[in-house]
């Protein structure tokens, strides 16, 4: 079992930046899966960023290609999400998640076994 803790969400004006970090506990971090998730009021939670267990392969929402980063750090048990260029429809509590299944990467939030606890994002126009 993993237990995982997400930092780094705040209020920030449209076009500006932020890092999330989400760290894991326990040993067996490289070998899950990792992904990020979103959820704004009244909407369903919605893949944004996911990786593979070596961070090599990656997988983006349309809406935030080109403007997010997935990357992690499997010796300090953590995946992060850079964020740039934010804008107010970007703004959700952010999950991060880990999934032990034996595929090399997953999008799907139901393949996920494990959640975080969420940090808020708020974008201002």
């Known amino acids: 079992q993993v237990q995982l803790v997400e930092s780094g969400g705040k209020l920030v004006q449209a076009g500006g930046s932020l890092r999330l970090s989400c760290t894991a506990s326990?040993?067996?971090?490289?070998?899950?899966?990792m992904g990020w998730f979103r959820q704004a009021p009244g909407k369903e939670r919605e893949s944004v960023a996911a990786?593979?267990?070596?961070?090599?392969?990656?997988r983006y929402e349309d809406s935030v290609k080109g403007r997010f980063t997935i990357s992690r750090d499997n010796a300090k048990n953590t995946v992060y999400l850079q964020m740039n260029s934010l804008k107010p429809e970007d703004t959700a509590i952010y999950y991060c998640?880990?999934?032990?299944?034996?595929?090399?990467?997953?999008?799907?939030?139901?393949?996920?076994?494990?959640w975080g606890q969420g940090t808020q994002v708020t974008v201002s126009s």
């Open positions: 326990g040993r067996t971090f490289s070998s899950y899966c």
């Open positions: 990786t593979s267990r070596n961070g090599v392969i990656t």
């Open positions: 998640a880990a999934a032990q299944g034996s595929r090399t990467i997953y999008t799907d939030r139901r393949s996920y076994d494990y």
